[in-house]
């Protein structure tokens, strides 16, 4: 399972853009070019894909959600976007969303899952991400429910630190989606924009 996670980051973090997207084929649903609408929150603006489908927010925090659906000829699950956003100093550290969400993915022996981390700055922005593949811990939101166990699933989570506080986006659906999805949406977390330009410090 680690090496899969260590395959699915290399060939972001090293190929070109035009092998990687080669290397997902040449059909727009597998297209790592970043097509669609802006979204704003905390003060940044980030590119959405358009084929992602919208999902009404109805939890506050929620300040995006999206329903990501598998790529062309590939069976399973959609997958799950959404982007939490609490305001300023709220939300906790990007270190310990990291951490609570490695907690909601285990392996086959019920440990916790590997996990690749990795650390950037995109326009003058802190970003914090991760990626772990294994059974999904998934919340229900029903008093008394226990967490349901979505078996061969993936995370992929990102912290940006803006401005007016961090931006926390999750991503979970089934372990092809997810590691198919990995160029794009890291396409999409370097996309972020702020809305006026970052002060710079003395």
Request: proline content about 10%; glycine content about 12%.
């Amino acid at each position: 399972m680690r090496w899969v996670i260590l395959w699915a980051t290399a060939i972001f973090l090293i190929a070109p853009g035009s092998a990687r997207a080669a290397s997902h084929g040449t059909d727009r649903d597998s297209d790592v070019s970043l097509y669609g609408p802006a979204f704003e929150v905390g003060g940044l603006k980030f590119t959405v894909p358009s084929k992602w489908t919208s999902v009404p927010v109805e939890n506050p925090v929620r300040a995006g959600e999206w329903r990501v659906t598998p790529p062309r000829g590939q069976a399973g699950d959609s997958g799950e976007v959404v982007v939490f956003y609490f305001g300023p100093g709220v939300g906790g550290s990007a270190k310990e969303n990291i951490d609570a969400w490695m907690g909601t993915m285990f392996n086959t022996e019920g440990r916790p899952a590997a996990a690749e981390t990795k650390n950037h700055q995109t326009g003058g922005l802190k970003i914090s991400q991760v990626i772990a593949l294994g059974t999904y811990s998934e919340v229900v939101p029903i008093a008394g429910m226990p967490p349901l166990a979505r078996p061969n699933y993936g995370l992929i989570g990102a912290v940006v630190e803006g401005p007016q506080g961090n931006i926390y986006w999750r991503f979970t659906g089934p372990e092809p989606l997810i590691t198919a999805s990995l160029p794009l949406f890291n396409k999409i977390i370097d996309s972020v924009k702020p809305d006026a330009p970052l002060s710079k410090s003395p």
